[in-house]
């Protein structure tokens, strides 16, 4: 058993790395024989597997730092996942997700034999040039299952390990550990990395914006929470706190009431995926509800009409709430800006055609994955980028925000100035840094504020075109290749046509299949002008998947 740390820094400045070896077969050995994959959203798997794979992490993660010079995020979380499961992935400073090139080396890390962690760590550190003497911080997070403790033990032993400085944040939601990131490498520009300076720095904004009335014409100041079971719910007693009477929220699904299970008939996830109200809410009808998944990053709102119908608004709607209303606010400030919106494949039809045939704000296209949305908003002065499933933020350049200050200086206009810092306010309501589901409620709430709208209100933009969601389980789904931001299929030879065929038979009909990058399985999307056409349209396309792409198990069915 290795014993003394100084021990182990000393190895670390010789470039002799045996003592992480031995760390590792003493206290974290490598016990499964199959490869895991750094994926859309880091490592996933049963927690009680991930023991090792949390180690390397912690060596990783202070590679990364030493190579980036900064300090570096660790959250352990499998999200929407079910309680057992558990997941890690790396924040990179400036609090965005890990640079896809070194997904590679995370992958590589997370396989090797114990006897070979050694030598890849030579490797990375020759091939990089790595300078192993620097003092590194990692902040590390976790959300609320049991078995992040453990893991996040076997992770800061892997810190340690490399001579790292593993700085505990404790339970946190995914978007406040990226939020603490990037405030530490920003030096505390882009506030204090600390909860309390985060719950103050929405709230102050929240509560600037809102003003002093807090019944507007149909927006009624009430909302209904519902916490997952998990840090979400934890976490929105703070804001109920500091937000006082500016907001009331109606909290449900908290754990520490216990009377839940994490994600478990609850939860954003559960919300979109079923397309129904959750469990351990209140069925009131026509009252604005919402959810967030295990670890605080995706919203989804909903009402139940009086049929007890469940309306969903899910991430479309939220991000054309707010290109709207950022539009507007920026267009009161007299300023030209490139303001754009990105979606997914998943989006639904109708809300593109609203969004660039009536807002006249242009789309693009990205891949699955908060990563890709977040790299290709990077690209507009404004960029708003939202996954159906109610992940997603707002990106605004710093050289917009320096554009703001500088006009702010130079304006002779009141009213051009009071728009501006209203804009300046709508920015600080906003985790820039990667979706926020708490910041993005605050953000919603605030725009129906100001429109003194209803849900119904917000619903009423436009329709959404019926569409379903199914999974094929098939022997390799690296045999599905995709291209133009997945929504065409070049491999296996024939599978689009065969789409494109059955697609050609539906009234507004579309569909689109791809392998998933957090599931052993290829999804299939497909929408249609009523509910039993895309039904129909959704399990045409998934046998034709399973026909062509080598399915596996008992053919799909409704
Ligand atoms: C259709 C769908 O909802 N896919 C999800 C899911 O990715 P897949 O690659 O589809 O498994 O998990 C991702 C990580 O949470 C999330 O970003 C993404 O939106
Ligand atoms: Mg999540």
Redesign the pocket.
Same mark, same amino acid.
């Given at each position: 058993m290795i014993r003394s740390q100084a021990a182990l820094k000393m190895a670390n400045n010789n470039h002799n790395y045996k003592t992480v070896y031995a760390f590792a077969r003493e206290m974290h050995p490598k016990t499964e024989k199959f490869d895991v994959q750094y994926? %859309?959203?880091g490592f996933r798997a049963k927690a009680s597997t991930l023991g090792y794979v949390m180690y390397r992490m912690g060596l990783l993660a202070v590679l990364r730092a030493r190579y980036k010079k900064g300090c570096i995020g660790v959250m352990i979380t499998a999200?929407?996942n079910p309680e057992p499961d558990n997941g890690v992935k790396l924040i990179d400073p400036c609090g965005e997700m890990l640079e896809q090139s070194w997904e590679k080396w995370a992958t590589k890390f997370a396989n090797v034999g114990d006897d070979q962690l050694e030598e890849v760590i030579n490797e990375i550190v020759t091939q990089l040039n790595i300078e192993m003497t620097q003092r590194v911080e990692i902040l590390v997070g976790k959300d609320t299952r049991p078995s992040s403790p453990s893991l996040a033990k076997a992770l800061c032993d892997g810190i340690l390990a490399l001579s790292g400085k593993p700085i505990d944040y404790g339970i946190v939601t995914t978007p406040q550990l990226h939020y603490f990131v990037y405030c530490r490498n920003s030096r505390h520009e882009y506030g204090l990395p600390t909860e309390e300076g985060y719950y103050r720095k929405l709230c102050n904004a929240f509560k600037k914006l809102r003003g002093q009335k807090f019944d507007v014409g149909n927006y009624s100041n009430e909302v209904f929470y519902d916490g997952a079971n998990g840090v979400g719910a934890k976490k929105i007693k703070y804001f109920q706190e500091c937000l006082g009477d500016s907001l009331k929220i109606g909290m449900y699904n908290d754990e520490l009431i216990g009377t839940g299970k994490l994600n478990y008939m609850c939860g954003a996830?559960y919300v979109?995926?079923t397309q129904s109200f959750p469990h351990g809410v209140p069925q009131e009808i026509n009252q604005r509800c919402c959810s967030v998944d295990g670890d605080a990053d *995706?919203l989804m709102y909903y009402y139940l009409d009086e049929d007890k119908k469940c309306h969903l608004l899910d991430g479309d709607r939220i991000a054309i709430l707010i290109a709207e209303y950022l539009k507007e606010v920026v267009e009161s400030t007299g300023l030209e800006v490139d303001l754009g919106l990105v979606q %997914?494949a998943?989006a639904n039809g109708a809300s593109t055609k609203y969004i660039t045939k009536k807002l006249k704000v242009p789309v693009s296209f990205a891949c %699955?994955?908060?990563k890709y949305l977040h790299h290709q908003a990077l690209k507009f002065e404004i960029g708003v980028y939202f996954?159906?499933?109610g992940?997603g933020t707002v990106i605004f350049k710093k050289e917009f925000k320096e554009k703001l200050r500088s006009a702010l200086k130079d304006s002779s206009s009141d009213e051009v100035k009071s728009a501006i810092e209203k804009l300046l306010v709508v920015i600080d309501l906003v985790n820039e840094t990667v979706g926020d589901a708490i910041s993005d409620m605050l953000l919603v709430e605030t725009i129906l504020h100001s429109k003194g709208w209803s849900v119904q209100d917000w619903e009423g933009a436009y329709t959404d075109l019926p569409n379903r969601?199914m999974k094929v389980s098939v022997k390799d789904r690296a045999k599905i290749q995709t291209t133009d931001a997945e929504r065409r299929c070049v491999k296996p030879d024939g599978l689009q046509d065969a789409i494109d065929a059955i697609v050609d038979k539906y009234n507004a009909g579309r569909s689109f299949v *791809?392998?998933?990058? %957090?599931?052993d399985l290829v *999804?299939v999307?497909a929408e249609a002008s009523t509910r039993e056409e895309a039904d129909q349209l959704a399990l045409e396309i998934a046998l034709k998947v399973y026909e062509m792409a080598g399915g596996i198990g008992p053919e799909p069915t409704l």
């Open positions: 994926g %859309t959203a999200s929407h996830d979109k995926t *995706r %997914t998943y %699955t994955g908060v996954e159906a499933n992940h969601l *791809r392998p998933s990058g %957090t599931e *999804r999307y």
